[in-house]
């Protein structure tokens, strides 16, 4: 990374570093980085990548930095109070208070000074100060938040209601852009004035207060002597990550004065997410020792946080990727429990879910292609990402409680689970380079053939084992346990390319794009690179670091077996 010295006047290449800065057509820059023979060497000191644009090259430093430290305040009082055989009441204040401090120096390309800072707390070299570099937005963060919350849980001859009320306030303690449109107040100064590229107090205002009362509710009673009903109803509030919220001084001026910030702003103005949730459900005694249980639910999510295109007015004519509050989303499904209570050795339970998880977006930067691309998307309800549909679950326990140990089964059980699970939804989208890092080939290319997140991965089955025997040892209780996670060692799959559904082949290599990229190589006869060379890195690149010993990339499997031996001692 770029190094920092005031005495040289900001950022600056160390001692001993190269960089070259010409191009493929300077006959006379490029002669040094031949060899005798005349063949090009395999990486330019200086550049990025590798020949192929797979790899960084060798000796090369990605000049990123980030460091980050927190800390918070965070007494709490609960109070309970059996008032009457009817009244039980509850009631709590909670309060925290942060101290905040971040630091990320991100390098936009290879000149010395283009440097992205992004820094609170911390001086420009990266020392810890409360005031940071001195600057209007660079000292310490302190948000805060307060919690109340009070809750009466009544019972009367088997009607059971608790009745709660929550109250939740956050203030994130700090200064926001008064105009995102135009960030340095370019407008309100006369043309050239140098207020126009630099923040000064004039262009931020203080942040809102956020606050919320929140309702619950929630009613259980009998119907008949083996059948209860419970209904739930309540409102949440979500404070937004605090690391979303906060930006340093040199960030806005670098991203309102550049022609292409390529990272999200913060926001200090997100609102916390807000969910209403309500839930309906029955209990059923089938038999003395069989109990079914169904409940269905429902969960409506907003103020959700994406990216969003922000055109300015900046010198630069820049545009801010921001975060806000734009998306939604709602979560519904029913679960189903079959409870089987301890019949001589054995218990088990069975259980299934089938949840549907709909929204404008998954994850807070989603919409990072459409914004870097400079539009905004239109929002439509579509599955989320972690939309699995089905989940089935068995568990068998089988136990051996009795005797005075003299056996050696006595005090001996069994456990085996058994979970399936549908899978994740993804995008088909056309063949493109997953791997490649170079500029030409990182350009957003995912063009889609279905509609968003329409197809879903391949099911999954894992089965776990459990053995344990207790032994009395004087005045210890001692648990001896075998555990074998993935008992049969099945090959999961957890993500899949979105072009082919596998999860170890993109589909990049059968393209004619890939076909004439390695023709090149195989035809340039001032290169040491060849097609089949280009492949195989290509392949690499793909699996990265991350390939088990039958090649799968582990980052898209779900873990393979585990043993596990331990002992639990109680006194």
Same mark, same amino acid.
């Given at each position: ?42 990486? *330019?000191? +200086?550049? %990025? ?30 109070? =309970? ?28 390309? %290879? ?34 938040? *307060? ?18 009320? %929550? ?21 309100? =100064? ?27 509710? +929630? ?15 309540? $409102? ?64 409506? @999510? ?21 975060? @806000?509050?734009?998306?939604?989303? @709602?979560? $519904? ?85 058994? @979970? ?18 170079? *500029? ?25 084992? $459990? ?50 990229? /390695? ?24 699996? +990265? ?15 393979? %077996?585990?043993?596990?031996?331990? /002992?639990?001692?109680?006194?």
């Amino acid at each position: 990374r770029n190094l920092y010295d005031p005495e040289q006047g900001g950022f600056f290449m160390p001692e001993g570093w190269s960089q070259w800065q010409g191009n493929t057509s300077d006959t006379a820059g490029m002669n040094q980085f031949l060899d005798d023979n005349g063949y090009r060497a395999n990486f *330019i000191p +200086g550049d %990025r990548y590798d020949p192929y644009g797979l790899y960084f090259a060798p000796g090369y430093m990605r000049r990123v930095y980030q460091k980050y430290h927190a800390i918070y305040f965070n007494p709490k009082v609960n109070i =309970v109070s059996q008032l009457n055989e009817n009244h039980q009441i509850k009631a709590g204040f909670e309060y925290r208070y942060h101290s905040i401090r971040y630091y990320e120096n991100l390098e936009a390309n %290879r000149g010395i000074n283009a440097n992205i800072l992004n820094s609170y707390g911390y001086t420009l070299d990266g020392q810890e100060n409360d005031n940071g570099n001195g600057g209007l937005l660079d000292g310490v963060r302190h948000p805060y938040d *307060i919690a109340l919350y009070a809750q009466d849980k009544i019972e009367d001859e088997g009607l059971v209601v608790n009745a709660g009320i %929550r109250f939740d306030f956050f203030n994130a303690n700090t200064k926001s852009l008064k105009d995102e449109q135009d960030p340095l107040g370019a407008n309100q =100064v006369p043309s050239g004035d140098p207020r126009a590229t630099r923040a000064d107090a004039t262009d931020f205002s203080d942040t809102k207060t956020e606050q919320q009362i929140s309702p619950r509710l +929630g009613i259980a009673f009998p119907v008949t002597d083996k059948t209860v009903f419970h209904f739930n109803y309540g $409102k949440f509030f979500q404070q937004p990550s605090l690391t979303d919220l906060y930006y340093g001084t040199k960030l806005i001026e670098f991203k309102a004065r550049s022609g292409s910030p390529t990272y999200a702003t913060q926001n200090p103005n997100l609102r916390p997410e807000q969910t209403t949730s309500y839930e309906v459900g029955i209990t059923q005694e089938l038999a003395e020792n069989v109990r079914f249980s169904g409940t269905a639910y429902y969960k409506d @999510t907003k103020d959700l946080v994406n990216l969003r295109y922000t055109a300015t007015s900046a010198p630069g004519g820049a545009a801010l990727y921001l975060l @806000t509050n734009q998306d939604y989303g @709602t979560i $519904k499904g029913i679960d189903l429990n079959l409870d089987i209570r301890r019949m001589g050795p054995v218990s088990g339970r069975f259980a299934y879910s089938l949840a549907f998880a709909q929204g404008t977006g998954s994850a807070s930067r989603e919409n990072f292609n459409a914004v870097w691309l400079g539009y905004n998307t239109a929002k439509f309800t579509q599955p989320l990402g972690f939309d699995q549909r089905h989940t089935i679950s068995a568990n068998v326990d089988i136990r051996n409680e009795g005797g005075d140990g003299s056996n050696f089964l006595d005090r001996t059980g069994a456990n085996i689970l058994m @979970t399936a699970r549908s899978g994740f939804p993804y995008t088909p989208v056309e063949k493109y380079p997953s791997a490649p890092a170079t *500029i030409s080939q990182s350009v957003p290319r995912d063009a889609p053939l279905d509609a968003v997140n329409s197809r879903y991965g391949p099911w999954t089955l894992r089965i776990d084992l $459990k053995i344990d025997k207790e032994i009395d040892m004087g005045p210890f209780s001692t648990n001896f346990y075998l555990r074998i996670l993935n008992l049969l060692n099945t090959e999961n799959l957890l993500a899949v390319y979105q072009a082919t559904g596998d999860a170890n082949n993109d589909g990049f290599l059968g393209t004619e794009d890939a076909q004439d990229i /390695m023709n090149i190589y195989e035809t340039d006869t001032k290169s040491y690179t060849t097609g089949s060379d280009y492949a195989n890195k290509y392949n690499d690149r793909l699996a +990265g670091a991350d390939v088990n010993s039958n090649g799968n990339n582990v980052r898209k499997y779900d873990s393979p %077996r585990e043993v596990r031996l331990g /002992m639990i001692i109680t006194f």
